[in-house]
């Protein structure tokens, strides 16, 4: 089955810096990639996803880019702030065109220093 | 338009009772996933019901079940308790059976096991 690793674990910067999260996936049938921003006590919330037909996708100060041939794909967060402080989890599909079946990678932890 | 609700939100239970968890759908949505995230970890996919039929299932073991209802609510049902299976139970309900988009989870149900 699909095995997703995540690095590092956690994360410190200094509000106003950029912060970069790498996940690696091991079966090339995966072809959906999400991101889920979990706070303290919350829900697990999506913050952006990418195809496996596009190599970066850019929303604001998120982007997410994907290397099929490697089998990675990085979470880049720019001009970072106190609230994205949280556990970010990246995930792949468990199989081709099963998007809402997710394997997880196992979280990193984000804090943004003021 | 109603979220993800999950019912117990904590409950504790003894090594080898049975526990049943409940999950009310997001409106609309006729698909609910079940994810167990044990403390410090990425949610863990145990199955997946789409009009009522199981679609999907993950690596655990048959004393974990489900069922999905006409109204698309679902239940997670779990025999035979071990001390492992103290976890967050995660429910998340999307659109489709294979459509690659947003998981909408709930708040979850934390399961002490003694």
């Given at each position: 089955g699909e095995n997703v690793e995540q690095h590092p674990s956690t994360l410190s910067v200094q509000e106003g810096d950029s912060a970069v999260i790498k996940c690696t996936y091991s079966d090339s049938a995966s072809n959906y990639f999400p991101w889920y921003k979990q706070e303290l006590g919350k829900r697990p919330q999506l913050i952006i996803d990418i195809r496996s037909n596009v190599g970066e996708k850019k929303d604001q100060r998120i982007a997410v880019t994907l290397n099929k041939t490697a089998k990675h794909f990085s979470l880049h967060i720019t001009e970072?702030?106190?609230?994205?402080s949280a556990v970010y989890f990246c995930a792949a599909s468990i199989r081709r065109n099963a998007g809402n079946m997710l394997t997880f990678g196992g979280g990193t932890r984000l804090m943004v220093k003021p | 338009e109603t979220g993800v609700t999950q019912s117990p939100t904590h409950l504790i239970k003894t090594r080898g009772q049975q526990v049943t968890l409940r999950c009310s759908s997001q409106s609309g949505h006729n698909t609910v996933s079940w994810y167990q995230q044990a403390l410090g970890q990425g949610p863990q996919f145990i199955f997946q019901y789409y009009r009522e039929e199981e679609n999907g299932r993950g690596n655990?073991?048959?004393?974990?079940s489900g069922l999905q209802f006409p109204n698309y609510s679902s239940e997670l049902n779990v025999n035979?308790?071990?001390?492992?299976?103290s976890a967050l139970y995660l429910c998340a309900s999307s659109w489709g059976?294979?459509?690659h988009g947003e998981l909408f989870f709930g708040e979850g149900s934390r399961l002490t096991v003694l």
């Open positions: 970072t702030q106190p609230e994205d | 655990f073991p048959p004393r974990f035979a308790l071990e001390l492992d299976d059976r294979t459509e």
